[in-house]
Every structure is written in structure tokens, then in C-alpha cells.
């Protein structure tokens, strides 16, 4: 079946550690973006990429950075930087057409706490 | 700016009875709006969307949204409710370049 993994489920980050968050689909989708989820707060949105080798800063990017080199991956890297990583971080990715009627397809996220 | 907006936090409906989740949107132009659902410690599924044509948009589920330009809303509605529709709904307007601003979220309780 065809979806979007993310893993791992859980991941616990100590003081002044880069964690790095694993997304992979198999949907062939050209975007993808990465969101973070906070109670109350809905989603916003942390990096996206529309293709291969790019991508762009999204709403809430500072402590975040990501990688797009092959089309099925997206991982995201919580750096030290990030001082509130606490969050419920959800990768989706979406066909591309340019005309933004694409629903995104989403993993099941990761959950980030500091130990 | 494109923007989204749930009034209700929390939805409480019994069992059996209609329910409505409101949503209100703020766009120039024409409007891709989308429902969807989150259940605990999952990602979000997409229920249904709005692009152009018929103002009723039926989705996943037995859900149904009803697109009103005059009120600016998207509001999801559903005849007959069941306990397990109890979940987060998010209701989403599409922002440009294929990316999509969400709402807060109402978390709907259905009582048994």
C-alpha cells in the first residue's frame, strides 16, 4: 500500500542535541512539507519541498533544517537551536499542480519531548 | 492574507443526532477549501474539498460540507452521528503554491 512512514514514533531529545526525524513516502508526490503540531495551535508549517535538491523555509523554520535528495525522503533535523522542540511533528507530501486543489497525504507522526 | 477559522473548540452531540462543525474562511479569489480528521496520536485524513461547482460537497465517512460564499463558510456536517466520529477536525484553505493554512482545530465528542 501506497502512504507516507514516519519514525520514530517517539523520540526523546537531551539538552543541546540535534535529533533528526525520518519521513519516507511511496506516493510518488513531487511536495512535501513538514508541520508542527501544538495543542490548541492547529498546524504550522516548518519546511516544505516542491522538488528534488530544494526547498523553502515555511512559517515557523528557525532550529529546524531539512534535506530533499531523493524524491521519497524528507527528514527533518531538530537542532539545538529549537529551545521549545516539544511537539507533535507530522510530514505530508501532495501532488504537485500548481493549483493548490491537491489534498496532502499524512504520516502518523513523530512526538518530540525533552528529557 | 489567506486565513481560517474555527469558533468552536469542542462540539458535544449525542449519538444519532445531526452534527455541524463551523468553519469560516478569508480568501481573495476563489477558494480550494478541505476537511480533515485527526484521531489520537495519528496524522491528519483528508475528508473531503471544495474546488468549484456544486456548493454541497459530500466526502468520506457519511460527511458532508456545505460551501457559502455570501458567509464565507465551509461548514462540515454529517446526518446522523456516530461515537466513532469522535475526533480533531480541521478544517484547511489552500494559501498558494500548493500550500494550505489549517485552522485550530474543534474536537467533536459524540455521547453514547
Known amino acids: 500500500d501506497g502512504g507516507i512512514t514516519q519514525s520514530p514514533k517517539y523520540l526523546f531529545r537531551k539538552e543541546g542535541q540535534n535529533v533528526t526525524l525520518s519521513c519516507e513516502q511511496n506516493?510518488?508526490?513531487?511536495?512535501m512539507y513538514w508541520y508542527r503540531q501544538d495543542p490548541g495551535q492547529g498546524l504550522r508549517l516548518i519546511y516544505y519541498?516542491?522538488?528534488?535538491?530544494?526547498?523553502q523555509k515555511g512559517d515557523i523554520a528557525e532550529g529546524y533544517s531539512v534535506s530533499r535528495e531523493k524524491k521519497e525522503s524528507f527528514p527533518l533535523t531538530v537542532t539545538s537551536a529549537q529551545k521549545n522542540p516539544t511537539a507533535f511533528y507530522l510530514c505530508?507530501?501532495?501532488?504537485?499542480?500548481?493549483?493548490?486543489?491537491?489534498?496532502?497525504?499524512f504520516g502518523d507522526g513523530t512526538r518530540l519531548s525533552i528529557l | 492574507a489567506q486565513s481560517v477559522a474555527q469558533p468552536e473548540d469542542q462540539v458535544n452531540v449525542a449519538e444519532g443526532n445531526p452534527l455541524t462543525v463551523k468553519c469560516t474562511y478569508s480568501?481573495?479569489?476563489?477558494?480550494?477549501l478541505f476537511w480533515y480528521v485527526q484521531y489520537p496520536n495519528r496524522g491528519l485524513q483528508f475528508l473531503l474539498k471544495?474546488?468549484?461547482?456544486?456548493?454541497l460537497v459530500k466526502g468520506s465517512y457519511g460527511f458532508e460540507a456545505e460551501f457559502n460564499k455570501s458567509q464565507t463558510s465551509f461548514h462540515l456536517k454529517k446526518p446522523s452521528a456516530l461515537v466513532s466520529d469522535s475526533a480533531l477536525y480541521f478544517c484547511?484553505?489552500?494559501?498558494?503554491?500548493?500550500?494550505?493554512?489549517f485552522g485550530k482545530g474543534t474536537r467533536l465528542h459524540i455521547l453514547p
Open positions: 480568501v481573495s479569489g476563489n477558494p480550494y
Open positions: 506516493l510518488n508526490h513531487d511536495a
Open positions: 505530508a507530501s501532495s501532488i504537485q499542480t500548481g493549483t493548490g486543489n491537491q489534498p496532502q497525504h
Open positions: 471544495y474546488i468549484t461547482g456544486d456548493n
Open positions: 484547511a484553505v489552500e494559501r498558494g503554491d500548493d500550500k494550505i493554512i
Open positions: 519541498s516542491q522538488i528534488v535538491n530544494d526547498f
